[in-house]
Nanobody
């Protein structure tokens, strides 16, 4: 099993910055990559940013250029630096870790979520 614990959410004004952190524990050797997802009220959970064990990153179009995902040895902690925040970034942010086996079956692990609220 893999356990994920997020921190760093809060209430900020538009244009400000926040940094989310996610600490990983448990069977870290299983992890092939990590990422951040977010879910606003009444909406589905969407990918924000991902990083693989070899350092490849991907971003949602809505955050590219404003958010940066990074890992402190990707298998122990991952961060999301969020700059120039907008009210539409308001959501619960979830840390994700995944493992893909030789059959391409994917296991996902999730943190408990941290609220980010951006006021206009």
């Amino acid at each position: 099993q893999v356990q994920l614990v997020e921190s760093g959410g809060g209430l900020v004004q538009a244009g400000k910055s926040l940094r989310l952190s996610c600490v990983v524990s448990g069977n870290i050797a299983r992890i092939n990559g990590m990422g951040w997802y977010r879910q606003a009220p009444g909406k589905q959970r969407d990918m924000v940013a991902t990083i693989t064990s070899d350092g490849n990153t991907d971003y949602a179009d809505s955050v590219r250029g404003r958010f940066t995902i990074s890992g402190d040895n990707v298998k122990s902690a991952v961060y999301l630096q969020m700059n120039n925040l907008k009210p539409e970034d308001t959501a619960v942010y979830y840390c994700n870790a995944f493992h893909i086996d030789v059959s391409d079956y994917r296991d996902d692990y999730w943190g408990q979520g941290t609220q980010v609220t951006v006021s206009s």
